[in-house]
T-cell receptor, first 113, second 113 residues
Framework: GENVEQHPSTLSVQEGDSAVIKCTYS??????FPWYKQELGKRPQLIID?????GEKKDQRIAVTLNKTAKHFSLHITETQPEDSAVYFC????????????FGKGTKLSVKP | DGGITQSPKYLFRKEGQNVTLSCEQN?????MYWYRQDPGQGLRLIYY???????QKGDIAEGYSVSREKKESFPLTVTSAQKNPTAFYLC????????????FGPGTRLTVT
């Protein structure tokens, strides 16, 4: 079945540095790739997503890149701040455009002041 | 935070008891989902419903049951058959026709002793 691998599981950076989280997937029919941020005890919140008709999308300090050929996509956070500390999940839809999401296991990002 | 609510926020039960978790949305979304979250496991799909009076099993449906009698409501029952029910449960909804984005509720933390 569909599988999503997310790396690394933990990431520690100094404030102001960049952070990169990568996910790989297996279903070539997948066409929606969201990233969620979850603070401790809170709900996951969508921070950025990308469809398969584009290779990169940027929103201020956050960007997502997609390589459909290699079946991987990455989250890039620049100029990290302590409030970026959270768990980040990637997800992929499977089974077509209205398919369900399968999530990676998450990356715990710690930004040290 | 409005749109999708879950209650209660914390729930404690004794082993062997069934318990029902509430999920309500006023977003007029057709699709609703239940996920289970355990430390280091990401989000795993329990059940989903694309339309009223219809629902399907997700990846880990054993020991759970749902109903979808109204568009805005999708309660989850954790039965005594679920071997490890202690977890954080998240409900989500999505507009079936257009957007791919899933919106999450605040979650219910269930502890069974």
């Amino acid at each position: 079945g569909e599988n999503v691998e997310q790396h690394p599981s933990t990431l520690s950076v100094q404030e102001g540095d960049s952070a990169v989280i990568k996910c790989t997937y297996s279903d070539s029919a997948s066409n929606y790739f969201p990233w969620y941020k979850q603070e401790l005890g809170k709900r996951p919140q969508l921070i950025i997503d990308i469809r398969s008709n584009v290779g990169e999308k940027k929103d201020q300090r956050i960007a997502v890149t997609l390589n459909k050929t290699a079946k991987h996509f990455s989250l890039h956070i620049t100029e990290t701040q302590p409030e970026d500390s959270a768990v980040y999940f990637c997800a992929v839809n499977y089974g077509g455009s209205q398919g369900n999401l399968i999530f990676g296991k998450g990356t715990k990002l710690s930004v040290k002041p | 935070d409005g749109g999708i609510t879950q209650s209660p926020k914390y729930l404690f039960r004794k082993e062997g008891q069934n318990v029902t978790l509430s999920c309500e949305q006023n977003l007029n979304h057709d699709a609703m989902y239940w996920y289970r979250q355990d430390p280091g496991q990401g989000l795993r799909l329990i059940y989903y419903s694309q339309i009223v009076n219809d629902f399907q099993k997700g990846d880990i449906a054993e020991g759970y049951s749902v109903s979808r009698e109204k568009k805005e409501s999708f309660p989850l029952t954790v039965t005594s058959a679920q071997k490890n029910p202690t977890a954080f449960y998240l409900c989500a909804s999505k507009d079936h026709g257009g957007s791919y984005e899933q919106y999450f509720g605040p979650g219910t933390r269930l502890t069974v002793t």
